[in-house]
């Protein structure tokens, strides 16, 4: 369970508000296929980054306020984990985005990230509540309940439900 | 709240607390609850049938109490469209859900029309606009496909608590000011996204005096405040409806006097003007007021946010035996079958077909631009009931959109500028309820 629950890599910056439709516009659903999406993702706002994280072989997405607002698509996890984005770090979420990242086993996590810099390398303890950054130890706005841990440790929802049909995990 | 301090619940609190079988939740906890109703529009069905795939061909013992609803791309503009409905039928016939298919209306309109809901219920919805179930005293939120997927595997979803603000609308809102200009007002002073996550209990003697149709306009949209929920107080009105609706034995849920908010506020609205946001940001909100010759091309009534009976009477009170002003088009979009056969009986559609203004099937089409069944041309400026008015939202990003009631709309689309209703004959018309 808890190896899901430690992740590593290097942060690949955003800023704030970034919305579902700069990673996955609806002008490429439905019918095109999900590599295609993840290839142009955030092309607005970070031209290459998806070429950037693919190159180190994955990452975290470090963001400001409002991460995943708008569009409520599933879609926009699916790309995500398409460019092995790995967690994204943020000060806030937007809600059904929040939803769809833990329950397609994509970690979230809320804090502080105005001193994160591009490139830093994070230790990010879902576990535990903290992520590692130089040295600095950065807490969790609001901790994630032992239940959404618990599915995101299964990789997400349905295979947590597959384990557990009746949720009987607590 | 200090912890460990045990203090009332508020509404959502309420509901939460007793679909996960425990005596009481506080906001920020998750919580895994059982689940009334859930629903799936066409824009979101090819994901949920996925995720539902995923677990086999199990039975679906939640089939029952799941509507699929075909309202986004209705009727389809091509053949992908087209093939997604094609899909879903199949689905609902093999696997035993309900369907509403094009043209029955508007998923927030057919599910409570459909008395799949009543007050105290957690019904759940793949779009934000599912808030609208607030209305009617239910907790209703807008989930994803994999959410579906495990509702109707399991009857149970996990939730985390919303944060409650308690908003008293108080005072008598003026003949011709409307539901949509106190969410617009509240808009233009929290923002757009200004209440994400939290849950808005609208009490008070504005709400109580609203009629059904304009209680589900002050719900709904609520989705662009960033809520969670927009939940109102049952009373004498809801029970009727609902009965009328033949929905299931209500359970009325109230907040305690005690219970935390993270604001609690007053607003007086007796003295609210009609409200207008203007071109491209839902947030950017005037009163009509200060609005000085804007001239408008199309308008639209229509939509979850206002396309009930109530804002069509809006709209035949003031054109009826007139015309539209020359130049302006005009379409009305009822949200759902029912409400076009109602306006249809009541003469409704006879007097603003009169008055130059079309009619579409009921459905989302003419809100978003996915059927283009309204499509502005360059440099046009669109008056509508919509929830949302972005650069491009109606296919055409040369074109602007701002948004007020039925009653400004129509009045704007007699003399061709965007004109407050009360100043027209027969834009103070008020609901009988």
């Known amino acids: 369970m808890s190896e899901r629950l430690v992740i590593t890599g290097s942060a690949f910056l955003l800023g704030d508000d970034v919305n579902t439709d700069l990673n996955c516009s609806n002008k490429y659903l439905p019918g095109k296929d999900i590599d295609y999406v993840a290839q142009h993702a955030f092309e607005q706002i970070a031209p290459g980054l998806a070429g950037r994280i693919t190159k180190e072989g994955g990452g975290l997405l470090v963001a400001g306020k409002h991460f995943g607002i708008n569009s409520s698509r599933e879609q926009a996890a699916h790309v995500l984990q398409k460019m092995n984005v790995r967690a994204i770090v943020a000060q806030s979420f937007g809600r059904q985005f929040f939803r769809n990242a833990i329950n397609n086993g994509l970690p979230v996590f809320e804090c502080d990230t105005t001193e994160i810099t591009e490139g830093q390398s994070l230790e990010l303890d879902l576990a535990a509540g903290t992520l590692c950054c130089h040295g600095q130890v950065l807490q969790q706005t609001h901790p994630l309940p032992t239940e959404i841990l618990a599915i995101l440790s299964m990789g997400g929802l349905v295979p947590f439900l597959q384990k557990y049909p009746d949720w009987e995990f607590a | ?76 503009p091509n053949q992908e469209a087209a093939a997604i409905h094609t899909e879903m039928r199949a689905f609902a016939a093999a696997r035993g859900t309900g369907l509403y298919d094009i043209g029955d209306g508007i998923c927030h309109q057919v599910l409570p029309e459909g008395g799949h809901l009543t007050c105290g219920d957690l019904v759940v919805g793949t779009d934000t606009h599912s808030v609208t179930y607030g209305a009617f005293n239910a907790f209703g939120t807008g989930i994803e496909g994999t959410d579906v997927s495990a509702v109707m595997m399991s009857s149970k979803l996990w939730f985390k608590v919303p944060e409650t603000v308690r908003i008293d609308l108080q005072g008598e809102l003026a003949p011709g000011v409307w539901a949509k200009d106190i969410t617009l007002a509240m808009l233009g002073r929290f923002g757009a996204e200004g209440l994400n996550y939290h849950a808005i209990e609208y009490v008070g003697d504005a709400v109580r005096a609203m009629a059904i149709d304009d209680r589900m306009t002050l719900c709904n949209h609520a989705a662009e405040l960033g809520a ?60 009509v007021d200060q609005i000085d010759e804007q001239k408008i091309q199309f308008a639209l009534i229509g939509t979850c946010t206002n396309g009930r009976l109530d804002d069509i009477r809006q709209a035949a009170s003031i054109l009826k035996g007139r015309k539209l002003a020359p130049g302006v088009r005009m379409i009305v979009t009822p949200a759902s079958r029912q409400i076009y056969l109602a306006a249809l009986r009541e003469g409704l559609i006879e007097i603003l077909t009169t008055a130059g203004a079309s009619f579409d099937s009921a459905g989302c089409g003419t809100c978003v631009g996915i059927t283009n069944r309204l499509v502005p041309g360059d440099g046009d400026t669109v008056i509508s009931t919509a929830n949302r008015n972005f650069k491009g939202r109606l296919s055409n990003k040369n074109a602007d959109i701002w948004l007020g009631s039925a009653a400004t709309v129509a009045a704007s689309a007699l003399t061709g500028y965007i004109t407050d209703p009360r100043s027209v004959e027969g834009g103070t018309w008020r609901s009988a309820a």
């Open chain 2, 228 to 287: 969670k929920a927009a939940i109102l107080e049952p009373d004498e009105k809801t029970f009727a409806w609902l009965k009328a609706h033949g929905a299931k034995a209500p359970l009325p849920t109230f907040a305690d006097e005690d219970a935390h908010y993270t604001e609690r506020l007053s607003i007086d609205v007796a003295n609210l003007a009609p409200q207008l946001a203007r071109k491209h940001e839902v947030d950017d909100i005037v009163g």
């Open chain 2, 1 to 76: 709240m200090l912890k460990g301090i045990i203090v009332g619940s508020t509404i959502v609190e309420k509901i939460l607390a007793r679909h996960a079988g425990k005596d009481r939740v506080q906001a920020g906890e998750v919580v895994v609850a059982g689940v009334d109703y859930a629903m799936v529009t066409d824009t979101r069905a090819v994901n949920t049938i996925k995720q539902i795939d995923r677990f086999g061909d199990q039975p679906l013992q939640f089939a029952k109490k799941t509507s699929l609803v075909l309202d986004h791309y209705s009727p389809p």
